[in-house]
């Protein structure tokens, strides 16, 4: 079949002030860009370059990424809800510059086979988190709330917990999972039995065969 006839696709450019559904964008590069108060509802992003680049008052309602790297991004006053992050690199994010606040019924965001190292987390509130399959080295979990988060098959080296509830999470089959149950909240958790072992460490139990 001839292709002579076939319009050429036209690409979407993300701008500042840009409003779109259900969209898909792929292999964009917006490294080191600025993007002010663009909305993005169920939209695909695939393999696109968002490193280092600031999102200003936007929004990504129910949206995916696959593949993309988003490292070191700033999301300041940003909206995040629903958004699945599936093997992307999302290291050194601060999410607590989001604005989960104005959210009226906000579902947490996923991310599966992704890297997190270096995340900031410290004192949200994200019920239901998932972070399952994903490198989570020295990730600050404190003072927050992940009550039933899917923690299940992450690597959790070096990462940050302290007065964190995590009340009904699954960390089945989890890593480094260092949690001083002292002082975090952890009625219900769910860990692998070797990972438990950790548990007892932090109160200075000393485990022989």
Not at 41 to 55: G, P
Not at 137 to 148: A, E, L, M, P, T
Request: proline fraction near 1%; charged fraction near 25%; hydrophobic fraction near 40%.
């Amino acid at each position: 079949m001839s292709n002579i006839n076939k319009k050429p696709v036209q690409t979407i450019k993300i701008v500042n002030n840009l409003d779109c559904f259900a969209e898909r964008f792929e292999d964009i590069d917006l490294h080191k860009s600025i993007i002010k108060k663009a909305e993005f509802e169920e939209c695909t992003f695939v393999s696109c370059d968002f490193s280092e680049a600031k999102f200003l008052s936007c929004a990504f309602i129910d949206c995916t990424f696959e593949n993309c790297n988003l490292s070191v991004i700033k999301l300041t006053d940003t909206k995040i809800s629903n958004t699945h992050f599936s093997s992307c690199k999302v290291v050194g994010i601060d999410w607590t510059m989001c604005n989960w606040s104005s959210l009226l019924n906000p579902e947490s965001v996923k991310f599966t086979d992704s890297i997190l190292d270096d995340g900031n987390f410290y004192g949200l509130d994200l019920e239901r988190l998932v972070m399952r399959g994903c490198r989570a080295k020295d990730v600050d979990f404190r003072s927050g709330s992940f009550i039933k988060a899917d923690f299940s098959s992450s690597d959790f080296k070096g990462a940050l917990f302290g007065s964190t509830h995590l009340e009904g999470a699954n960390f089945s089959d989890a890593q480094n999972t260092i949690i001083d149950i002292r002082n975090n909240f952890l009625e219900g958790a769910i860990f692998s039995r070797f990972e438990a072992l950790y548990l007892l460490e932090t109160m200075g139990i000393v485990l022989v065969d």
